[in-house]
């Protein structure tokens, strides 16, 4: 059963809201920029997304004051960028590009890095015809080799024109570019050619706008295509879903070439005549809490999004001795959204208790849930309801009919992502795709008119998770309560043990709770061994040299999985910065078993 309290919904104390009294204005310490941002206010009347074309969305923000605003590491205004000169560089880009010969449908691949060039191309590509592909930056694991690969595989998926990356990556994107044949630019080199005026010519809304890879799209890359109707739709419900008013303003980390950054925080902007301030995403790596700084800078910033672990690293990058009420304000951030991985509870409530001296409200977080092949979104909470959780019984979670009740049952809190965005309709089904009733836990489908036409020249790959009357199979495994959606885990991850299934997030969370170890370190899979047995292996990114010390929290580790899941499993410890990340920061556990089992994961020997 799924045990709920008040009225069906076990609260918990991030619903409470944090109460502040008397809260001065930022204190940022140093001087103001000598730039001026973008205003946040605009006389231009609002729009909500409601154009047929993302075309037509530029050349209307542009008739404001509003745009981007992009800022140094330290939270500077470096350039401010209204939506008039992006216009403006866009339109120039769009006559370069076909004064090069780029046509209609053709593709455009643009690394995506945070910055007014990749604006400029990215809309350059939307006035030409052409289609623009935002292609990831390199991360920290694999390094040169890995990221070389990575581009190579999109661009053979993409097939494009052109490919165009910031100088600094010349090297990597070119020798990517070179690779499959593809031409490659440095864009300020090509901002210097001429642009000879050019008829523009016009899309539909039915027309594909761009091509999004979903996380995790390197070995087999699946470009997820999207229409001008669709993004929009989704544009509007999104703002819809979040009230967007005439006071709100962005500020956003998340990177442009992952569709929460990309749709949500640049697209969306745009389309809603939104002014946004930027901070790179390598920046907000190394200075977590600049990303506060600048909320708590810019009084207007009322919206800003991060999956569950930006939270987490700011909760823990503040220390006890740091005088949160003198350095952050953070009462006037009116949605803090959440979402691109699971959502956790705990993290959300140390959240609070390291900000609400600041004034964050705990009312303020917004679940969501969405997925590419959605565009973005397909569930948002209602503003000003905050985080709630149902208590499910792990039996439910692990597919069993019923619990054994001879010892306690144990639960896991599942939390609340939210009612159906606008247009967008939600189905839960069992493996043979029949709709289950409330409550019941099985296979998460949506349709509606954001949903993706298909992956780009992958017939075989779109027929496999959409219907032909538009049904999208997620691959996420939820249930609806009360006409919201609680999303429990990835079907795909789902580990299966003597018929039973365990959520490889459960065993990881289960690691995070010991000393030393924190999310992102654990990576759980399933594996056979040569025995012909099922079984969970763990990897745990291990910091110590000590051989005893490694052979302790070996032991304690394996125990703690065991009191979990009741499953003896292998546990190897490896070195720090070992497991891999998709493109947006997220553990790939599809590839660190992949990784493990070629041997290109190499853990400790205990005995060395």
């Known amino acids: 059963m799924i045990h709920t309290e008040f009225n069906g919904t076990t609260r918990t104390p991030l619903q409470v809201l944090q109460k502040t009294e008397g809260k001065a204005m930022a204190r940022t310490g140093g001087?103001?920029?000598?730039?001026?941002?973008?205003?946040?206010?605009?006389?231009?009347?609002?729009?909500?997304?409601?154009?047929?074309?993302?075309?037509?969305?530029?050349?209307?923000?542009?008739?404001?004051?509003?745009?981007?605003?992009?800022?140094?590491?330290?939270?500077?205004?470096?350039?401010?960028?209204?939506?008039a000169e992006l216009r403006a560089d866009a339109v120039a880009a769009a006559y370069r590009l076909i004064a090069r010969g780029v046509k209609p449908g053709e593709r455009i691949a643009i690394i995506a890095e945070t910055g007014p060039e990749f604006a400029a191309l990215f809309f350059g590509?939307?006035?030409?015809?052409?289609?623009?592909?935002?292609?990831?930056?390199?991360?920290?694991?694999?390094?040169?080799?890995?990221?070389?690969?990575?581009?190579?595989?999109?661009?053979?998926?993409?097939?494009p024109k052109l490919l165009f990356y910031p100088a600094e990556l010349a090297s990597m994107a070119g020798g990517a570019g070179e690779s499959v044949g593809v031409t490659s630019v440095d864009w300020e080199s090509f901002a210097d050619l001429p642009a000879p005026e050019a008829a523009l010519p016009q899309a539909g809304p039915d027309d594909i706008a761009y091509l999004q890879y979903s996380s995790g799209s390197t070995r087999f890359p699946h470009g997820v295509a999207v229409t001008h109707r669709g993004l929009l739709n989704n544009l509007a419900a999104h703002s819809h879903g979040m009230e967007v008013t005439d006071t709100d303003r962005c500020v956003s980390w998340l990177p442009w070439y992952h569709d929460m950054g990309l749709v949500g925080c640049f697209l969306s902007p745009v389309a809603n005549q939104v002014s946004t301030d930027y901070l790179k995403t390598e920046d907000f790596a190394r200075r977590p809490l600049a990303w506060l700084d600048l909320i708590s800078r810019n009084q207007g910033t009322t919206l800003s999004y991060s999956p569950t672990f930006g939270y987490d690293i700011c909760a823990r990058r503040v220390s006890s001795q740091t005088q949160v009420a003198d350095r952050f304000d953070l009462s006037r951030w009116r949605v803090a959204g959440n979402g691109a991985d699971m959502i956790r509870p705990?993290?959300?409530?140390?959240?609070?208790?390291?900000?609400?001296?600041?004034?964050?409200?705990?009312?303020?977080?917004?679940?969501?849930?969405?997925?590419?092949?959605?565009?973005?979104?397909v569930s948002i909470m209602p503003p000003g309801e905050g985080i709630t959780v149902e208590l499910v019984e792990e039996t439910l979670l692990s597919g069993a009919s019923e619990g054994r009740r001879d010892r306690p049952q144990r639960y896991r809190a599942i939390?609340?992502?939210g009612k159906p965005v606008r247009d967008m309709e939600v189905q839960i089904r069992d493996e043979e795709g029949r709709p289950l009733p409330e409550r019941a836990i099985g296979k998460v489908h949506c349709r509606g008119p954001s949903v993706m036409v298909g992956y780009f020249h992958d017939e075989e790959a779109t027929a496999a998770?959409?219907?032909?009357?538009?049904?999208?199979?997620?691959?996420?495994?939820?249930?609806?309560?009360?006409?919201?959606?609680?999303?429990?885990?990835?079907?795909?991850d789902m580990i299966i043990i003597n018929g039973k299934n365990h959520w490889p997030q459960d065993i990881e969370w289960a690691v995070e709770q010991l000393p030393g170890f924190k999310a992102g370190d654990i990576a759980a899979f399933s594996i056979t061994t040569p025995g012909g047995e099922e079984m969970p292996a763990v990897l745990v990114q291990c910091r110590t040299s000590d051989l005893a010390e490694r052979e302790r929290l070996r032991h304690e580790i394996r125990e703690r999985v065991r009191s979990i899941t009741g499953m003896n499993c292998v546990i190897e410890l490896v070195p720090p910065r070992t497991l891999p990340r998709t493109s947006s920061g997220k553990l790939s556990r599809a590839k660190a078993r992949n990784l493990y089992l070629s041997g290109d994961i190499q853990p400790y020997d205990i005995a060395a």
């Open 31 to 83: 001087e103001r920029d000598a730039l001026s941002p973008t205003p946040t206010a605009d006389t231009l009347p609002r729009r909500f997304a409601d154009f047929d074309t993302l075309r037509e969305a530029l050349d209307y923000a542009a008739s404001g004051v509003r745009g981007l605003n992009f800022h140094d590491p330290r939270g500077r205004l470096t350039r401010a960028y209204p939506f």
């Open 125 to 159: 590509s939307i006035y030409s015809g052409a289609w623009p592909v935002p292609l990831p930056l390199p991360t920290s694991f694999g390094g040169r080799d890995s990221y070389i690969d990575q581009l190579s595989v999109q661009l053979k998926s993409s097939d």
């Open 346 to 377: 705990d993290v959300m409530q140390a959240f609070v208790d390291a900000f609400a001296d600041a004034g964050f409200q705990a009312t303020s977080f917004l679940p969501s849930y969405g997925l590419a092949e959605a565009t973005l979104a």
């Open 415 to 417: 939390v609340n992502c």
């Open 465 to 492: 998770c959409l219907s032909s009357d538009g049904w999208l199979d997620t691959g996420d495994m939820g249930y609806m309560s009360d006409g919201y959606i609680y999303i429990v885990g990835r079907a795909k």
